[in-house]
């Protein structure tokens, strides 16, 4: 599933394993990789991932996924991609979205109006 080509960028950027510890081998992280996208790819759960394809469990692959993305190995490709696709002349700039959450507002804007209460409250007395 995962290309040679590709698993090369990713290899270099994923973190070196401890020193090995009692237990059962830990499952190569290039099917671990193609685990998790395949959980992404077809939706299922973690799960539900079956064993029968050599992937590991699906716990295996959500822990080395974890693992990673605290490594910033994905924001690091990521990266590295963009840089390749720049240097190509392949990224198309005027196509680019900002997320408005993390843009500071200007200043002068206008307080939220207030919102009136939905909670439950006593009914009038018709006494």
């Not at 992280?29 to 685990?35: A, F, I, K, Q």
Request: hydrophobic share 40%; aromatic share 8%; glycine share 8%.
């Amino acid at each position: 599933m995962v290309a040679d080509e590709l698993w090369a960028r990713i290899e270099q950027l994923l973190p070196a394993w401890p020193e090995r510890s009692p237990g059962p081998r830990p499952i190569d992280d290039r099917r671990c990789l193609e685990g998790i996208l395949f959980v992404l790819y077809t939706g299922i759960s973690w799960q539900q991932l079956p064993l029968e394809l050599g992937f590991g469990s699906g716990q295996t692959c959500w822990l080395r996924l974890g693992r990673w993305q605290e490594a910033g190995v994905f924001e690091a490709l990521h990266r590295i991609l963009l840089a390749e696709l720049n240097a190509a002349g392949l990224t198309d700039w005027t196509r680019a979205c900002v997320d408005a959450s993390h843009v500071r507002a200007k200043r002068g804007a206008r307080p939220p109006v207030r919102r009136r209460s939905t909670a439950a409250k006593r009914g009038v007395s018709t006494t």
